[in-house]
């Protein structure tokens, strides 16, 4: 897989210490990018801000040495500190705007909306991409609500152009689906992380986001 | 107590949700204000970001009106976002220096330090306040180490004219202790908040100040 293919925002793989069965983040985030990912996302609800700034400055080196992505989940100030080139939010984490005013113009925002309502509001508030879903059952994430579908990102692809990346439950089986609904891409984690070869699991991903 | 005799420093509670015994943050805080604290440090280590903002908010607008100053514990971003005074950093946290650049020359930056090694690293990265501790033993903070005693506040002082904040198991009975060992003040946690009576707790530490 040449990743040149791929846009910037096609294909997101979120970091996550308990699905990663042992391996180091920098391990997996090389592999998945090795596979196809355009954006590692460094998603750690556990550990402490001095930890997650070590892990920052490290994936932060990787992406750009490989020329990929780097976006920090929930926490504004740890993409700051380390330089990344953006934050996710979702609807536990600071608002958008707020997330917008520190961030400053530059850097990427992205937003979670799980209802047209969310969208407009993301929208609204200025993200770059939104993070729509979940679109499928995931086991992933145990506080993610139910299902929308695929027919969210149609709908909302009809009254907008700002890049929607699905998340939840996708596989090599239903990516092709997503992307024919309109996203932008996809953004996953323990069809990833917790592949047993994590290069492979990402590189047949990114073929099937090719549709 | 007539608050405006204590210098801004002189007198810091920090929140804690558990040991609140079911009080509301904004609540407590209100009444260790009127007893006498200086500083209210926003430290909620279990709630999101956006809850955290929230308590934020409410807290900055109460500080405001009382004439206090507004901390938060290790959430640079969440300072940030709700306009706070400045931002307390342990060795956990962001290191000194990225939050001093985060921060900008005019938000206060206090630093944890628990040895004379760890009182120099924090004023080299830009420290407006240490915090000294744990002085004395503490059933607050789980993961505090040793206690330190007041003599590290009296050597620190010796060499340097940084204010220090001692924390750790601080009373009525030994505030004047650390006070006439060289401190500025003090931080209390569990000895206000968890006080069946937070303004008499804290109106009592405030004239234990006066040494
Ligand atoms: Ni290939």
């Known amino acids: 897989m040449n990743r040149k293919v791929l846009s910037n925002l096609a294909f997101h793989v979120l970091t996550d210490r308990e699905w990663s069965r042992g391996r180091s983040m920098l391990e997996v985030a090389s592999a998945a990018i090795d596979g196809g990912a355009t954006v590692i996302q460094l998603r750690d609800k556990m550990s402490s801000t001095r930890t997650l700034i070590e892990e920052g400055h490290a994936l932060r080196e990787l992406t750009r040495e490989r020329g990929v992505l780097l976006i920090v989940n929930d926490r504004v100030d740890v993409a700051l500190a380390v330089d990344a080139d953006g ?112 290069y492979l699991a990402a590189h047949q991903l990114a073929r099937a986001l090719i549709v």
Chains 1, 2 share one sequence.
Not at 128 to 140: C, K, Q, S
Not at 150 to 174: D, F, H, M, Q, S
Not at 189 to 195: K, M, S, Y
């Open 87 to 198: 934050v996710h939010v979702g609807q536990d984490d600071m608002p958008g705007d707020l997330a917008r005013k520190l961030l400053g113009p530059n850097r990427i925002l992205g937003i979670s909306a799980g209802s047209m309502e969310e969208a407009v509001a993301a929208i609204v508030a200025g993200a770059d991409y939104l993070g729509i879903g979940p679109i499928y059952a995931t086991r992933g994430k145990a506080d993610a609500g139910e299902p929308v579908g695929p027919g969210l990102i149609a709908e909302i692809c009809k009254r907008y152009t700002t890049p929607l990346v699905a998340i939840g439950g996708i596989t090599t089986e239903n990516a092709g689906e997503v992307m024919q609904a309109g996203a932008a891409g996809i953004a996953v984690i323990t069809a990833v992380v917790n592949a047993e070869d994590v």
